[in-house]
């Protein structure tokens, strides 16, 4: 929650701020996100306007997550760039329930949750596929190997597939042939 009393409601007046706050959880996605209490940095820019306020900013903030390719962690960092209008609640108890202007934000009398904000920026600037290098060639379909810390990784006799398929015939005595 941001106050924004000091701003006042001049349309015009502009205030900076510069706030470091923990992170929210599951601030991110599954497998790549800001671990929760880690800072978040937010350099904003306060703006009123005639409807409300206009805030513009960055958040920037560490990240955490896996590789999605060989499961090894990852560490990244994210700046997510955001801009949201705030719009004055005056008028509270006429708001027609929560069906009427629902992706609207709103002051809250003089504070604004730039949480919800926060968090769409970030998810939308986070890579959906992290991984731990950019050509990682993952995990060994055999036994499960890390490639990358083993790049002459090999099996010394991979079962050919035609052979597999006879091997199996023969181990199930139930429906051989008599
Ligand atoms: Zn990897
Ligand atoms: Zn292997």
Redesign the pocket.
Known sequence: MLDTRELGRRPGSQREVEQTVPAPADLGIEVLAVPEGSPVVLDLRLEAVMEGVLVTGTATAGLAGECVRCLDAVTDEVEARFQELYVYDDDGDSRQGDDQDDDVSRLERDLLDLEPVLRDAVVLALPFQPLCEEDCPGL?T??G?RLADDPD?G?EDPVDPRWAGLAALRQDPGDAPA
């Open positions: 060994c055999e036994c190997a990784h099996h």
